[in-house]
Nanobody, 123 residues
C-alpha cells in the first residue's frame, strides 16, 4: 500500500519561495506508471490542482500557476518536490501530494493522498 507524506515549513513570508517535499513509501516514483501530483485547498475553497510529474519525469502545470511553479524529483530518496515562487497570502492553503493514474485530480476519492500540510503565508 503506497503512502505519501508531505513535509516543509508551515509558515512562509510573502515574496519568498514555498518548498514542500512528498516522501513516498510502498511505491516507486520512477517505476510506478502513475502521476505524482500536488493539490492545494485554500481556506473555504475547493481543491486546486497545481501540477504533476510523471514516472517518466515529464512535468505538467496548472496554467494559472505555471509561471511560479516547479515540480522535481529525487529518485534516490523516492521523493518529489514542489516549489512555488513569489508567494502571497492568497497561497495560504493545505497542500497535498497524491498519486493517481490521471494527471489532473481534484477529488480525494481518486488515487492515493497524503494527509496534507498547512502552509500559511504571512509576514
Amino acid at each position: 500500500q503506497v503512502q505519501l507524506q508531505e513535509s516543509g515549513p508551515g509558515l512562509v513570508k510573502p515574496s519568498q519561495t514555498l518548498s514542500l517535499t512528498c516522501t513516498v513509501s510502498g511505491g516507486s516514483i520512477v517505476s510506478d506508471y502513475h502521476y505524482w501530483i500536488w493539490i492545494r485547498q485554500p481556506p473555504g475553497k475547493g481543491l486546486e490542482w497545481m501540477g504533476a510529474i510523471a514516472s517518466s519525469g515529464s512535468t505538467y502545470y496548472s496554467p494559472s500557476l505555471k509561471s511560479r511553479t516547479s515540480i522535481s524529483r529525487d529518485p534516490s530518496k523516492n521523493q518529489f518536490t514542489l516549489q512555488l515562487r513569489s508567494v502571497t497570502p492568497e497561497d495560504t492553503a493545505v497542500y497535498y501530494c497524491a498519486r493517481a493514474k490521471e494527471i489532473i485530480v481534484t477529488r480525494m476519492d481518486v488515487g492515493d493522498w497524503g494527509q496534507g500540510t498547512q502552509v500559511t503565508v504571512s509576514s
